[in-house]
């Protein structure tokens, strides 16, 4: 892939995690450059991936060729504003991983800037992560091409061709982990109560869901629901089980929960 210069500008969890999936794929550090108010020349990331550290956001955006900008979204517009009036943006490409801001809000923020959404997941870290991308029309092919590049560097991408899809994948991908832990802590916490100590439980727990969702993969030919049938011995522990969620509304649950992502979303594209 074509190797650019890049600064992120915030170096949270989300960063974070794009940042170790980038340099562990073999992008090079001594090309990126992470910001943030509390980021010291020596910080833990520097020591960890050998990449540049600074609290300067401005300086690093200055030199880099791609700014990924990597805050809360609460924080963006002041962010944003020192460097839409003493950064020149031209010809840099903007990447905002921001739930929450939407093109329009960025234009007002940055003036006239080529920016591509991406929405992706902490999984990244490991090489496994989520993303969703969307570009406005006037984004240039390589520019696409290159943020196709750099997050396939870390995991999954799916372009979306509206950028109300970016919210859906927040509900579907974004926000995922966070359901999946949730789950797993409801039946770590089971399992303690059944009489496992903290660390069985927590592997018993893994290993299901691990095995699961290699299952997922390994076997694209087959609907999940086959996968799940297969589990599902006739007059069996799995049935009662199963039943149990279907009478407390598993599905309506998630459904409205993605739901409620996508709402809040909304809202915060309207407030910030
Ligand atoms: N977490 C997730 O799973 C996902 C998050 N996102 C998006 O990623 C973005 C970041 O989220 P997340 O990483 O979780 O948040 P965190 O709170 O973990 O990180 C925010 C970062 O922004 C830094 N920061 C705060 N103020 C400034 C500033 N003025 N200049 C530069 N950096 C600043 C913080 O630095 P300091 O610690 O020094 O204050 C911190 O490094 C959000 O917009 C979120 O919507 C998208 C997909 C998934
Ligand atoms: O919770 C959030 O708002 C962010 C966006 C997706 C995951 N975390």
């Given amino acids: 892939m074509q190797h650019r210069k890049i600064a992120f500008i915030g170096a949270g969890n989300m960063a974070k995690a794009i940042i170790a999936g980038l340099v562990n794929g073999g992008y090079p550090a001594q090309l990126i450059t992470a910001t943030s108010p509390s980021m010291t020349q020596d910080s833990p990331l520097h020591a960890q991936y050998g990449i540049r550290c600074s609290n300067d956001n401005l300086e690093s955006a200055r030199q880099a060729d791609v700014v990924v900008l990597a805050v809360k979204p609460q924080m963006m517009a002041d962010v944003c504003a020192p460097l839409y009036q003493q950064v020149n943006l031209s010809g840099k490409l903007i990447l905002s991983i921001a739930a929450g801001i ?9 003036g006239p800037v080529d920016l591509i959404r991406i929405m992706p997941n902490t999984p990244s870290l490991i090489g496994l992560g989520m993303s969703g991308l ?60 059944l009489g496992f100590k903290p660390e069985t439980a927590r592997l018993l727990v893994q290993q299901a869901a691990l095995g699961a969702a290699q299952m997922v993969v390994n076997n694209p030919q087959l609907d999940i629901g086959t996968l799940r049938q297969q589990v599902t011995s006739k007059g069996g522990t799995t049935a009662e089980a199963l039943r149990v969620f279907h009478e407390q509304g598993l599905s309506e649950t998630v459904a409205s929960a993605m739901q409620a992502a996508i709402k809040r979303a909304n809202e915060m594209e309207k407030s910030l």
């Fill in 134 to 193: 969307y570009a406005p029309p006037q984004v240039s092919a390589q520019d696409r091409e290159f943020t196709a590049c750099l997050m396939q560097s870390v995991g999954e991408i799916c372009w979306v061709n509206e950028e109300s899809g970016i919210n859906n994948i927040i509900a579907a991908a974004g926000s995922a982990p966070a359901y999946f832990f949730l789950f797993m802590e409801a039946m770590q916490n089971e399992s303690e109560r």
């Fill in 102 to 110: 939407s093109v329009g809000r960025f234009s007002q923020l940055l």
